[in-house]
Every structure is written in structure tokens, then in C-alpha cells.
């Protein structure tokens, strides 16, 4: 039965309440017997050390050292987590792996285009500028998101920067940007050609040979490739035939 104390107040019973629904229960799985033997059996002490700053980096106890040979430890990627986690006071853990920034992705991919319009309007020094930036804004991606996503950005972003330096004249810029896509890509054959172009403009075409067969290695049918290898060889048969 239903009732209100005074004007104003809301009706309410003094009959039982309804129950309160119940909260689904989870059942706790036991662990595997095998796995957990597995582990045990594989679980080594470490002695470790407390570091700065905010003694949040693991260092080993012998020596203080983030990675050590002698103590056979690496906690470089346990301490950068660790770092990114103090610096982002609001983040309690790292996300699922598979947890990508869209927001680094769209600023990445939006620079790097203004960077190609750039390029295409002959306005090469600016294109650098927003290609440097995309490259400052990919190196941003935090330590636990897969590192072969900001490999792949990096390599284009780069590769675009290399060709740019190459048409300002800047010939080691192109080269060093060369080196950088190779080590983030090496089977990309973009980056052994970028390096054979900067290799030839500064005359060493010896060593543009041999970038550019190990680019062909990569991509057997690539036309640009081969005719720069025919550009090369030809230079050098001159270089040769005029040789005392």
C-alpha cells in the first residue's frame, strides 16, 4: 500500500522491496596444471634495484645497470613502459596491444600528404618541414603498441624526406634518410633506391652498384631499378676508359 507524509513527498510503500538483481557470477577457471608446472619450472629469481626517477626503473642489483652482460638482464623495454606509465600519471596500464592512436595515425598521414603537395608544387624546403614533422609525430607512438606499425610510417615518411633532400642538393640528407628506411624496412627496395640515387649524385658509384643490386635482389622486375643499374655500369666502364 502506497502513501505520501505530506505535500510535496512522493508516494512510497512499506511493503517488502523488490530484491536487488543479482550480479552475475564469474567462475574463476583453475589454471592449467601443465602450463602452471611450465612456468614454475621455468621461473628464475632476478635480484634487482630500484632506480630513477621515482625508483620505477629496474636495474640489476650487482651493478645498477638497466642491461647488464655480466648479470645477463635487459630491462630496457620493462623501464620504458614503466617510464611512459609515470609520465601519464592518468593511464593506470597499458592498453591491449592491438590498441592503435588514431589520432597519431590521422596527424601522421595528414602531414605527410601537405608534405607531398609541397613537394609536387616545387616547394621542397617546406615539404622537409612537414615531413620532418610527421616523422616527429610518428617517433611519438607509445612503447606498447606494435613497433612494426611506426616501422611501416616511418619508412614512407622517410623515403618521401630522402627524395627531397636529394632535389635540394642536401645529397648526404638524402643518403642518411636512405640508411634510416633500410634499417626500418630492409626488404622494401625503395630504400636500396633512394640510397643509389644519393650514392650517385655524391660519385660513388661503386658503392650505388651495390645498392642497387641488393635492391633488385628484393624486387627482381622493378624497371626504375634496372635502368639505374645500367646508368651505374655505364658510368663506371667510362670511369674505367679514361684511366691511365
Known sequence: MSHSHGPGQPSHTHG????APQQPTVAIRPPDPVMQAVIEDSF???????????NVSALCASHRLEKCADCDVDFTALNR???TLLLNP??????????VSQKLSQAITVTKEEGNALFKAGQTDKAIQRYSMSINVAAQRPSWEASQLMREELSTVLSNRSAAYLDMGDYIGA??????????KRPWSKGHFRKA????????YYEAREAIELGLSFEPGNVEMSQMLSEIQSELAKRAAVKP
Open 16 to 19: 517488502p522491496q523488490p530484491a
Open 44 to 54: 628464475s629469481p632476478v635480484n634487482i634495484a630500484l632506480g630513477a626517477p621515482d
Open 81 to 83: 613502459v614503466s617510464r
Open 90 to 99: 592518468n593511464l593506470r596500464c597499458p592498453p591491449p596491444p592491438q590498441v
Open 175 to 184: 643518403l642518411v634518410d636512405a640508411e634510416a628506411v633500410i634499417n626500418f
Open 197 to 204: 640515387k644519393a650514392l650517385m649524385k655524391l660519385e660513388r
